[in-house]
């Protein structure tokens, strides 16, 4: 993952030395939305086929995420030493702006509870992304396909019209996570009725990547690394228990049902649903069905976490 892991390396470093960084959310947005698309492109026939088989994935991810918040509510309390509305927020394996702002709405932290959030993205992306690569061999397939460059003006127009109509579309709905939900349902429905075959180009995804990358650094703008250094170190150990509560669960689950134990990983770790959909997609894995996991995952936790919460 070099554009990402790159991009968000290095800015990362830079928010934390103080240099004047800003992340343009509606840019981000936008590439969010073209990775959407391409994720909806990884959706055909005899994976929809086999979606009604996911149901020991989903009821995984419901069972390990309410584990997540129990354990890293507990860690955050006793060794975070964080007050009870920061910690629970800041436990929630997903949703990362929605529990910033219930969290804030609740009486919590809110600096705390994002920075919380973005370190456990960061640690989670380094660290699955570097297991697979050293520790099982796994070589990355790319993005980036022959085929790709030969991408014809109605696909194009099919593929902006994907990413144009689905955002706006999600957000009237109310949907989470809508700039990647929305596109992704558009080109999942256009690719699986045969409208389209095609990819956005490789370019724009590695673009996209890019942009990923750095908004996930620069949401350490304005912090001092030797002011929030206890921060960013509790919660890479809240993420560590994280990422060891999905590797469990999907060993376990991976012998019930016979499933890819790799899918199932990506499908139940803690980072972003687009930072482990792209992971899913360099690796050649399952990316259909580790989004899918993920869109479910959120979905849950925006509408039961505050619920539990109260």
Not at 23 to 33: E, H, I, K
Not at 137 to 143: D, E, M, R, T, W
Not at 227 to 241: L, Y
Request: charged share 10%.
């Amino acid at each position: 993952l070099p554009w990402m892991l790159g991009a968000m390396s290095f800015v990362t470093i830079a928010a934390l030395s103080g240099a004047p960084v800003a992340s343009a959310p509606r840019f981000r947005n936008a590439m969010v939305a073209v990775l959407g698309v391409l994720l909806g492109s990884q959706f055909n026939a005899e994976i929809f086929a086999r979606i009604a088989d996911w149901y020991v994935g989903l009821a995984g991810v419901a069972a390990s995420s309410g584990l997540m918040i129990v354990l890293c509510t507990f860690y955050y309390r006793k060794v975070g030493g964080y007050d009870r509305t920061s910690a629970y927020f800041s436990s929630i394996p997903g949703g990362l702006s929605e529990m910033m702002v219930l969290g804030e709405a609740m009486g919590g932290d809110a600096r705390r509870i994002s920075l919380s959030h973005g370190v456990r993205i960061l640690t989670a992306v380094f660290l699955i992304a570097f297991y697979f690569r050293l520790f099982e061999g796994y070589q990355p397939v790319g993005l980036i396909g022959a085929e790709v460059s030969a991408l014809g003006w109605q696909d194009g127009l099919v593929l902006l019209a994907c990413a144009a109509l689905g955002w706006p579309g999600a957000r009237l709905l109310r949907v989470p996570a809508a700039q990647l939900v929305g596109p992704l349902a558009l080109s999942a429905a256009a690719h699986l009725s045969g409208l389209i075959g095609a990819m956005p180009p490789g370019e724009i995804v590695a673009a996209a990547q890019v942009a990923l990358g750095a908004a996930i650094g620069a949401r350490f703008v304005g912090a001092r690394f030797r002011e929030i250094w206890r921060i960013m170190f509790i919660s890479v150990g809240a993420a560590m228990i994280m990422v060891a509560i999905a590797a469990a669960f999907a060993l376990i689950l991976g012998e019930i049902s016979g499933s890819s134990k790799t899918a199932l990983f990506l499908a139940l770790a803690p980072g972003g649903l687009a930072e482990m959909s792209i992971i899913a997609l360099s690796f050649g894995t399952a990316a259909a069905f580790v989004s899918t996991h993920h869109i479910v995952r959120i979905i849950i936790l925006v509408v039961v976490a505050p619920a539990i919460f109260r």
